[in-house]
């Protein structure tokens, strides 16, 4: 009931904005006499853009700038699964010895494209693959479930894909999938383990600094989530008949939570346009645009990551379970470990990523290090200019000093 009342309404918000548009239109158009029609124009052109459908979008990275100098950038599917492929890029010059890094992208309702910034940074130095995650209301049922479990072992296998000696950046919630991966991994001395693993503003340990997003996932019993938010997939979506915890209700719930500051943003966006400046108007929409382009995750990967990472906090008090057996990331001995939080961050609170150096006790001292950005919030830590000029260059000089692994050859 809860997906076709969305569904409803979306279909009138699609046809207001394109009617807002066309006003829009029109009052810019037309040397109309009366006064302010400038403002008229701008905030419908506001609302058009508020209530417009949004569908996937694309890295659209063509090339990045190093040393003053424009290198064409590749982008391929390295490896095709029902619930997410690993896409390739690489850009041209790169030494045959550059770095392999895999970012993994939150599931969490944004597509990968939200790091856009991250991969455009970090291809400067380094072969970039990242996970990009399948909306689950596109998968047909017949493709199975996918849980946590399934997340870590879709990890391991690229990893594998990729080779010995690769690198790994988790941004947010996938910090623990990609610890819980890498220690599987080192427990059974899998020649793919990574030679470093990134995490950033990742929730290792929510009981560290609870923000707003730990305690709305800890304050209501599972079984809340559970009758509450879960919905099962209309036709005609390809995903007809699986259940699962919808991108429009992810959004609409962080939407809620900085309500004020979303809607000073669009006050902000309704004066640039009325004073002509296209420039400032154009990156708050880009930023909302990406921001409102939103997927579901199927139930049982959502329910079960409220459960072990929000309210049981499975991983930090070794009692997380990862296909019968137990993950001790005490197992991990040789895989070089940076944490970054964000002093400002609001969704992963200061400590909870850091977590992840006291629980792999047997990792020595100098293969661990921690970053604390000041004056940054979450989507600063890996976006934006902070994260361009401050936080990638250490995440750079990390992967270098951790890099044994050798490329044959680069696109």
């Known amino acids: 009931m809860m997906y076709k009342a969305y569904e409803f309404q979306r279909s009138l918000l699609n046809a207001g904005s394109a009617m807002a548009g066309m006003a829009a239109d029109m009052l810019h158009s037309q040397p109309y006499p009366f006064a302010g029609t400038q403002a008229m124009a701008s905030a419908l052109d506001v609302f058009a853009h508020a209530a417009a459908p949004r569908g996937k979008p694309v890295f659209g990275l063509a090339s990045v700038t190093v040393g003053g100098k424009n290198h064409a950038v590749t982008e391929t599917t390295a490896m095709h ?23 993994v992208a939150p599931m969490s309702g944004h597509y990968a494209t939200l790091l856009r910034g991250t991969v455009e940074r970090m291809l400067e130095h380094n072969v970039v693959y990242v996970t990009d995650w399948a909306d689950a209301k596109l998968v047909p049922v017949e493709e199975g479930r996918f849980d946590l479990d399934d997340f ?9 894909y990729i080779g010995p000696a690769a690198h790994v950046m988790a941004v947010c919630q996938p910090s623990v999938p990609a610890l819980a991966a890498t220690a599987v991994m080192a427990k059974a001395g899998h020649p793919c383990r990574p030679a470093s693993l990134t995490m950033m503003g990742g929730p290792i340990d929510t009981r560290e600094s609870p923000t707003a997003v730990n305690t709305h996932a800890s304050n209501k019993p599972y079984a809340w989530f559970k009758h509450n938010v879960i919905a099962q ?12 915890y919808p991108g429009f209700v992810q959004l609409a719930s962080f939407m809620s939570m900085n309500l004020g500051s979303h809607m000073m943003s669009h006050y902000g966006l309704f004066k640039h346009l009325v004073q002509g400046d296209g420039e400032s108007a154009d990156a708050t929409m880009a930023f909302y645009k990406e921001y409102r382009s939103v997927c579901d995750m199927t139930a049982e990967f959502y329910l079960q990551t409220v459960d072990l990472v ?42 909870q990523t850091r977590a992840a150096l006291t629980i792999t006790p047997n990792l020595p001292e100098a293969m661990k290090s921690y970053h604390l950005a000041a004056d940054v919030g979450h989507y600063g830590i890996f976006n934006g200019s902070r994260w361009r000029n401050a936080i990638a260059p250490l995440v750079d000089d990390w992967i ?7 490329l044959s050859a680069v696109a």
């Not at 870590?152 to 594998?160: C, N």
């Not at 270098?400 to 050798?406: D, E, F, L, T």
């Open 152 to 160: 870590i072992d879709y990890l391991i296998a690229f990893l594998e």
């Open 400 to 406: 270098a000093s951790h890099n044994p692994g050798k």
């Open 233 to 244: 997939v209309p036709a005609p979506y390809a995903g007809a008949g699986r259940k699962v």
């Open 81 to 103: 699964r029902p619930f997410g492929d690993l896409k390739r890029l690489a850009r041209k010059g790169l030494p045959a010895d550059a770095p392999r890094l895999m970012i």
């Open 310 to 351: 929000f309210q049981t906090h499975a991983l930090p008090k070794g009692e997380m379970v990862h296909r019968g057996q137990v993950v001790d990331p005490g197992a991990i001995t040789d895989t070089a470990i940076l944490c970054i939080e964000g002093e400002r961050d609001d969704i992963s609170g200061i400590g």
